[in-house]
């Protein structure tokens, strides 16, 4: 929904997306902040999925390093002393990893009797156009459109609502991420997506609901993503 990288793509270095060195929680120091000479994929920064169960499944607990505490963590950065290099680093996926997290599946994961590990933020859901390979995650990240173009992103930016003003204050990482928790849950798993990991097919109302749920969150996201900026980097 807010970009081309997402849980399952390479994240960007230097600007540019990564192609090798995936690595893992399991990964050494899974949580280093080193600069542009870290050159693995933390595929982990991206998302942080809080559980939720429909059918009485067990939870399990996101890992600690996610998408919310990596937020936190380099808007301290870029606001700090810290070298410059290192806060362009930052300044890279912090601009990536706020629109990742209104995007409501980059904050959960549905835990049912079909799938007692999570879906993985609906990776793991899929959805039947023809033939049925396609998933509920990819739905939602492509929903207002797949071109790259900066010009296009600029044309498509001109035409979302226009945020209120007093969600687009909050600056709190925790708050956004409930945020789209809550909407997961709200917008995301409801008729015609079942409990299970499906196929179901996306009905023209699911549809255009989902268009206007993601504009929403993308404008809110541009909103709070410039008052982060300039407040940090005063």
């Not at 919310?68 to 806060?87: F, H, M, N, V, Y």
């Not at 509920?136 to 930016?157: M, N, R």
Request: hydrophobic residues 35%.
């Amino acid at each position: 929904m807010l970009s081309a990288i997402d849980r399952n793509h390479c994240p960007p270095s230097n600007g540019m997306p990564v192609r090798h060195h995936r690595n893992t929680q399991k990964a050494p120091d899974p949580s280093r902040n080193s600069g542009f000479d870290d050159k693995f994929m933390h595929k982990y920064w991206h998302y942080i999925d809080l559980p939720f169960s429909p059918d009485g499944t067990k939870l399990v607990q996101p890992p600690q390093i996610n998408a919310q505490e990596r937020i936190g963590l380099l808007r301290k950065t870029i606001a700090s002393d810290a070298p410059d290099a290192l806060k362009a680093f930052d300044l890279v996926w912090l601009l990536h990893l706020v629109g990742d997290v209104h995007q409501p599946l980059h904050a959960t994961s549905r835990f049912t009797h079909a799938g007692t590990k999570g879906d993985a933020g609906g990776n793991n859901v899929k959805l039947c156009k023809s033939p049925c390979k396609d998933e509920l995650h990819a739905f939602w990240d492509d929903v207002l459109g797949k071109e790259e173009t900066v010009s296009t992103a600029i044309i498509a930016a001109g035409g979302l609502p226009k945020p209120d003003q007093a969600q687009a204050s909050k600056s709190d990482e925790a708050e956004w991420v409930q945020e789209s928790f809550q909407a997961a849950q709200k917008w995301v798993y409801v008729d015609p997506i079942g409990v299970g990991n499906g196929p179901f097919t996306p009905n023209g109302a699911y549809k255009a609901n989902a268009k206007k749920v993601a504009e929403e969150r993308v404008a809110l996201a541009g909103a709070r993503l410039g008052n982060l900026l300039n407040t940090e980097l005063k």
